[in-house]
């Protein structure tokens, strides 16, 4: 009987006890409810996600920042449909200054494709007790480019010297394996200007097969050059040509709608919002770098 009893008595303090666990769960109020808050589809593309971020090896606020991509990461797999190698792909695009830098400009178009951050507003952010771990929340508008890439239609660029010296004249040749509307940007210093076309150059249709030369003879006996000027205050600096052609008329291609993006926060945010009105079949860029000396 005793035997009974005792046995009883430590079932029952064992129930007790996983009872009474579960009962005290605890919350942080800094954290956000992850079953609750974690993931929010607001409709039309908008959504609201909260990343996280361990302090491990890294300052506070760059676990925020790393806090902030992941929830950028998880909107765009959601909306897209994909997995994201978030240590290969780009999804908010910065540098260190929180702007978008030069690399970040590169092939713009497949990121696109695969789908990207329009909008972005932070919610709330902050750092949780247990465990230790930054978070942010955001409300975020997710954008993509429709249909499939065609492997038919390519680019081919080049420019005629890749180190110049200051104020001394881009010249490249672009050749497309289709009919197609061609763009130049041109990305310097903090700036994107649309070197081509131009008020003087407005004809910006390429013929499949055929070679189009910038400025050109032609455009050098009109006077038209595209000089590569370096800041008074440095002596050697990067730039990047980038090229983008379109089987349309779209008005990232069209003569005289846009001729200066200005910075490269707002040219990245520009481009980006017609790219992704642009079907996958429809567009192809090319990318040809350069640096600038003394």
């Not at 666990?21 to 992850?34: E, F, L, Q, R, Y």
């Not at 590569?228 to 709608?257: C, H, M, S, W, Y």
């Given at each position: 009987?005793k035997k009974i009893?005792?046995?009883n008595?430590a079932?029952?303090l064992f129930l007790?006890?996983i009872c009474?666990?579960?009962?005290?769960?605890?919350t942080?109020?800094?954290?956000p409810?992850?079953?609750?808050?974690?993931?929010?589809?607001l409709g039309?593309?908008?959504?609201?996600v909260?990343?996280?971020?361990g302090?491990?090896n890294?300052t506070?606020?760059?676990?925020?920042?790393?806090a902030?991509?992941?929830?950028?990461?998880?909107a765009?797999?959601?909306?897209?449909?994909?997995?994201?190698?978030s240590?290969?792909?780009k999804i908010?695009?910065?540098?260190?200054?929180?702007?978008p830098?030069?690399d970040?400009f590169?092939h713009?178009?497949?990121?696109?494709?695969?789908?990207?951050?329009?909008?972005?507003?932070?919610?709330?952010s902050g750092?949780?007790?247990?465990?230790?771990?930054?978070?942010?929340?955001?409300r975020?508008?997710?954008g993509?480019?429709?249909g499939?890439k065609?492997?038919g239609?390519r680019?081919q660029?080049k420019?005629?010297?890749k180190s110049?010296k200051?104020?001394?004249?881009i010249?490249?040749s672009?050749?497309?394996?289709?009919?197609?509307?061609?763009?130049?940007?041109?990305?310097?210093?903090?700036?994107?200007?649309v070197?081509?076309?131009?008020?003087?150059?407005?004809?910006?249709?390429l013929?499949?097969?055929?070679?189009?030369v910038l400025p050109?003879k032609?455009?050098?006996?009109?006077?038209?050059?595209?000089?590569?000027i370096?800041?008074?205050?440095k002596?050697?600096?990067?730039?990047l040509i980038?090229?983008?052609?379109?089987?349309?008329?779209?008005?990232l291609?069209?003569?005289?709608?846009?001729?200066?993006?200005g910075?490269?926060k707002?040219a990245?945010?520009?481009l980006?919002?017609?790219l992704?009105?642009i079907?996958?079949?429809?567009?192809e860029?090319?990318d040809?770098?350069?640096t600038?000396?003394?």
């Amino acid at each position: 009987m005793k035997k009974i009893l005792a046995l009883n008595s430590a079932v029952f303090l064992f129930l007790l006890i996983i009872c009474g666990s579960a009962g005290a769960k605890t919350t942080d109020k800094n954290k956000p409810d992850v079953e609750k808050e974690i993931f929010k589809n607001l409709g039309a593309s908008w959504y609201e996600v909260t990343g996280t971020a361990g302090l491990q090896n890294q300052t506070l606020e760059e676990a925020k920042s790393n806090a902030e991509k992941n929830a950028c990461i998880k909107a765009v797999q959601y909306h897209c449909g994909i997995s994201i190698d978030s240590n290969l792909e780009k999804i908010s695009i910065t540098n260190n200054t929180g702007e978008p830098g030069l690399d970040d400009f590169f092939h713009i178009s497949r990121q696109a494709s695969r789908g990207i951050i329009l909008e972005k507003k932070v919610l709330n952010s902050g750092l949780t007790e247990n465990p230790p771990e930054a978070y942010v929340k955001l409300r975020v508008k997710v954008g993509k480019q429709k249909g499939e890439k065609d492997s038919g239609f390519r680019l081919q660029a080049k420019l005629t010297s890749k180190s110049l010296k200051n104020e001394e004249p881009i010249e490249l040749s672009i050749t497309s394996s289709a009919d197609c509307h061609i763009a130049v940007l041109n990305l310097t210093e903090n700036s994107v200007y649309v070197i081509f076309p131009n008020e003087y150059m407005p004809e910006n249709k390429l013929i499949a097969g055929k070679t189009l030369v910038l400025p050109g003879k032609k455009g050098r006996e009109r006077g038209i050059t595209f000089p590569a000027i370096l800041p008074d205050n440095k002596k050697k600096e990067a730039g990047l040509i980038k090229i983008i052609a379109t089987r349309q008329v779209f008005p990232l291609t069209q003569p005289g709608v846009i001729t200066e993006y200005g910075t490269y926060k707002l040219a990245y945010k520009k481009l980006m919002r017609q790219l992704v009105e642009i079907p996958v079949s429809q567009v192809e860029e090319c990318d040809l770098a350069y640096t600038i000396e003394r």
